[in-house]
Nanobody, 131 residues
């Protein structure tokens, strides 16, 4: 069973930084098509960043230049990261790590910031930015 486990969330003041990590128990030794999404109270889940197997990244306009998505491959599991700099109160949300399923045909190029493209999801981790 594929598991995605996020870590690294917390509270920070505006202008600060956090790095989210997501350990993925699948796609060993190889990059995978993954993403980060977030959901604030009373709002729909929105895409933050995606990364494809060829390394192509895609970012929401609201985080471009501040957030960076990346992946590390390893023998037992892969890790996906989201480096978040210059955080603002509007970045406060529950953040979710996601990965495509085994039937996905997304191998290269830009991956849209759409939840429907992703099959596996983490449990979510809270990020709170105070002004």
């Amino acid at each position: 069973q594929v598991q995605l486990v996020e870590s690294g969330g917390g509270s920070v003041q505006a202008g600060g930084s956090l790095r989210l990590s997501c350990k993925v128990s699948a796609y060993k030794y190889s990059r995978f098509c993954g993403g980060w999404f977030r959901q604030a109270p009373g709002k729909e889940r929105e895409g933050v960043a995606t990364i494809n197997r060829d390394g192509t990244t895609n970012y929401a306009d609201s985080v471009k230049g501040r957030f960076t998505i990346s992946q590390d491959t390893a023998e037992n599991e892969n890790t996906q990261y989201l480096q978040m700099n210059s955080l603002q109160p509007e970045d406060t949300a529950m953040y979710y790590c996601a990965a495509v399923g085994p039937g996905s045909t997304l191998y290269w190029g830009t991956v849209p910031l759409q939840t429907r493209l992703f099959y596996y999801w983490g449990q979510g981790i809270q990020v709170t930015v105070s002004s």
